[in-house]
T-cell receptor, first 115, second 112 residues
Framework: ETGVTQTPRHLVMGMTNKKSLKCEQH?????MYWYKQSAKKPLELMFV???????ENNSVPSRFSPECPNSSHLFLHLHTLQPEDSALYLC??????????????FGNGTRLTVT | TQLLEQSPQFLSIQEGENLTVYCNSS?????LQWYRQEPGEGPVLLVT???GGEVKKLKRLTFQFGDARKDSSLHITAAQPGDTGLYLC????????????WGAGTKLIIKP
């Protein structure tokens, strides 16, 4: 399998649940990202890992917890979410970070609905 | 904080028509990327423009980076239903520690 793969594609969870999003990249890239995409708003960068070290954490609530066990895998652990957290969560990778010479390769996202 | 304004926010036109999408800022970018996102998928890079005044063509799509590197445009000639999607611009900010700054996107629908 090639590219960036995200699972699950859809997730419905209650506000008291704990769930995890998974991302795997098969491109040999050194940097991985979590973005939040809401309708009519710019992509919001949540976390960046470069060579398995977290390099960016853009004031994301602690109910979102990232994990990068190796350069190919990225997780986003979710707990006690709020309805306003419902969105499309996109994982991306790039050859290097910062990626101004390394375009982003995105997965197809996880559509999260918090009830 | 650097911002990118995309316009129009939404555009629905007939097959065969031409259209232009704009991406504007008051700040300078070292480069600018255009992505297309189709329903149910993630964004896919179309092109990167780097030099002020640069023009790049991708079949019926023409991308231009402003001379001052503060704005960019995407022109589609003879639009096809396959061009339908969300078009996103993203600039590498000179004043934002080289982080990628995203526009909110233009949702384009091409009707057959």
């Amino acid at each position: 399998e090639t590219g960036v793969t995200q699972t699950p594609r859809h997730l419905v969870m209650g506000m008291t649940n704990k769930k995890s999003l998974k991302c795997e990249q098969h491109l040999g890239h050194n940097a991985m990202y979590w973005y939040k995409q809401s309708a009519k708003k710019p992509l919001e960068l949540m976390f960046v890992y470069s060579l398995e070290e977290r390099v960016e954490n853009n004031s994301v609530p602690s109910r979102f917890s990232p994990e990068c066990p190796n350069s190919s895998h990225l997780f986003l652990h979710l707990h006690t979410l709020q309805p306003e957290d419902s969105a499309l969560y996109l994982c991306a990778s790039s050859q290097d970070y910062p990626g101004y010479n390394s375009p982003l390769h995105f997965g197809n996202g996880t559509r999260l609905t918090v009830t | 904080t650097q911002l990118l304004e995309q316009s129009p926010q939404f555009l629905s036109i007939q097959e065969g028509e031409n259209l232009t999408v704009y991406c504007n800022s008051s700040s300078v970018f070292s480069s600018l990327q255009w992505y297309r996102q189709e329903p149910g998928e993630g964004p896919v890079l179309l092109v990167t423009v780097v030099t002020g005044g640069e023009v790049k063509k991708l079949k019926r799509l023409t991308f231009q980076f402003g001379d001052a590197r503060k704005d960019s445009s995407l022109h589609i000639t003879a639009a096809q239903p396959g061009d339908t999607g969300l078009y996103l611009c993203a600039g590498v900010g000179v004043d934002s520690n080289y982080q990628l700054i995203w526009g909110a996107g233009t949702k384009l629908i091409i009707k057959p």
